[in-house]
């Protein structure tokens, strides 16, 4: 499957991988982990049941599961901001997870031309309202 399930080139393709790589915060479950165990945060962080879950997405890279860094509160212990789990939830129909990391990271015209993961802890409500919309095709 295509990362934005229209029909591109392997090329291309690799061209948006590299760039979503390069433009996101992207972290390990043993990096996570760490961070959690850093913080002030009594529970145990599993990002791997997270995924299972639904409640993030991760991507896969040279064989490695990554999760977005972006997506965390870590205000409360490295876990999922409530906005990314409805996001994910709401496109996981849409978008495989490669096409989840370049919607977040691609300007979004209902956003101001900004990046969802730019503001998904600013305004969680608008970046929600863009998912939806896509989720509707609009």
Not at 30 to 49: F, G, N, T, W
Not at 97 to 116: I, Q, Y
Request: proline share 6%; glycine share 8%; charged share 25%.
């Amino acid at each position: 499957m295509n990362t934005t399930n229209h029909l591109i080139s392997s090329r291309e393709e690799e061209k948006l991988r590299r760039s979503v790589w390069e433009t996101g915060d992207w972290l390990t479950a043993e990096q996570i982990i760490a961070l959690a165990e850093m913080s002030d945060s009594p529970q145990r962080v599993q990002p791997d049941m997270w995924r299972k879950k639904g409640i993030i997405f991760s991507i896969l890279r040279n064989g490695v599961e990554y999760y977005p860094g972006y997506g965390l509160d870590q205000d409360d212990g490295f876990r999922p901001l409530l906005a990314m789990t409805m996001v994910t939830k709401i496109l996981a129909p849409h978008r495989d997870c490669w096409g989840m990391a370049v919607w977040f990271a691609d300007g979004n015209p209902l956003l101001d031309g900004l990046c969802p993961q730019e503001l998904l802890e600013l305004e969680p409500k608008n970046v929600i309202a863009a998912a939806l919309a896509l989720a509707k095709g609009r």
